[in-house]
């Protein structure tokens, strides 16, 4: 009889014929942001979100924070699950440190995953889910929600690919794949696809864009991001992975 041998998540070696092949979210994994894994009490500030797992280390850290800090929401979701809320009104963000670049830079391909809800409605303002820089130089990776309720992406804020409009007061899976031309963007199971210039990451900044400015107002449950460009079946997977885990429909 052949054996089936599981070396890792998602990862077969002598797989019987047919076996489907899982893909592997471990590979090429940069940083992830995982607010179960905070240990705070429900709306307690919350002055730093490590990075849990990737290869950044500490340097995804984010060690820096508004001065009023966004708060830990222990029953962001059914069954307990955490998230980390975001107030426009205090103008909230996380980050890396704003006056010291991560060298060398992460260069396109890009892959950057995000469980989201957004707590208002569009009006007037952005609201950025996640920039890829701490200063205000162009060519970071960004994505966040325009006035006209779509979301963009692209590299040094300019909006390259957009999404039809998105809801208030529902948790989404946003992935944005920056892949030149090649590129896409995923609101849970709907794709937009288009071309993104070349961008990179050489910081971090959650809640806000680069200079503190077009501050969410919403929750960020959890945020993943390779170092390549995520296949179709790998971003369904991260998706349905996030919200099953979290009883939330897939």
Same mark, same amino acid.
């Given at each position: 009889?052949?054996?089936?041998?599981?070396?890792?998540?998602?990862?077969?070696?002598?797989?019987?014929?047919?076996?489907?092949?899982?893909?592997?979210?471990?590979?090429?994994?940069?940083?992830?942001?995982?607010?179960?894994?905070?240990?705070?009490?429900?709306?307690?500030?919350?002055?730093?979100?490590?990075?849990?797992?990737?290869?950044?280390?500490?340097?995804?850290?984010?060690?820096?924070?508004?001065?009023?800090?966004?708060?830990?929401?222990?029953?962001?979701?059914?069954?307990?699950?955490?998230?980390?809320?975001?107030?426009?009104?205090?103008?909230?963000?996380?980050?890396?440190?704003?006056?010291?670049?991560?060298?060398?830079?992460?260069?396109?391909?890009?892959?950057?995953?995000?469980? &989201?809800?957004?707590? #208002?409605?569009? !009006? +007037?303002? *952005?609201?950025?889910?996640?920039?890829?820089? /701490?200063?205000?130089?162009? @060519?970071?990776?960004?994505?966040?929600?325009?006035?006209?309720?779509?979301?963009?992406?692209?590299?040094?804020?300019?909006?390259?690919?957009?999404?039809?409009?998105?809801?208030?007061?529902?948790?989404?899976?946003?992935?944005?794949?920056?892949?030149?031309?090649?590129?896409?963007?995923?609101?849970?199971?709907?794709?937009?696809?288009? &071309?993104?210039?070349? #961008?990179?990451? !050489? +910081?971090? *900044?959650?809640?806000?864009?680069?200079?503190? /400015?077009?501050?969410?107002? @919403?929750?960020?449950?959890?945020?993943?991001?390779?170092?390549?460009?995520?296949?179709?079946?790998?971003?369904?997977?991260?998706?349905?992975?996030?919200?099953?885990?979290?009883?939330?429909?897939?």
């Amino acid at each position: 009889m052949q054996a089936l041998i599981i070396t890792a998540p998602g990862a077969l070696t002598n797989p019987i014929a047919g076996t489907p092949k899982v893909p592997d979210l471990t590979r090429n994994l940069l940083l992830e942001y995982d607010a179960d894994q905070l240990t705070l009490a429900d709306a307690a500030d919350v002055t730093a979100w490590n990075s849990t797992d990737g290869s950044w280390g500490a340097k995804g850290n984010l060690p820096y924070a508004s001065a009023v800090r966004p708060k830990f929401a222990r029953n962001g979701f059914s069954a307990g699950h955490a998230s980390v809320k975001f107030s426009r009104a205090s103008a909230n963000l996380l980050k890396t440190h704003s006056a010291v670049a991560l060298v060398p830079a992460v260069n396109t391909p890009l892959t950057v995953s995000s469980l &989201v809800k957004f707590n #208002a409605a569009s !009006d +007037g303002v *952005s609201a950025t889910i996640f920039s890829g820089r /701490t200063g205000d130089v162009g @060519g970071y990776v960004y994505c966040r929600r325009e006035v006209s309720g779509r979301l963009s992406m692209g590299g040094g804020a300019n909006q390259e690919i957009l999404s039809p409009i998105v809801s208030s007061g529902v948790w989404m899976v946003v992935t944005c794949v920056f892949d030149g031309a090649n590129s896409k963007m995923f609101v849970d199971k709907v794709k937009t696809a288009g &071309v993104c210039s070349g #961008a990179f990451w !050489d +910081g971090i *900044s959650m809640g806000a864009n680069a200079v503190g /400015t077009n501050n969410l107002d @919403g929750d960020i449950a959890a945020m993943r991001a390779y170092t390549r460009a995520l296949s179709d079946a790998e971003v369904m997977l991260q998706r349905d992975t996030w919200l099953t885990s979290r009883g939330l429909a897939a």
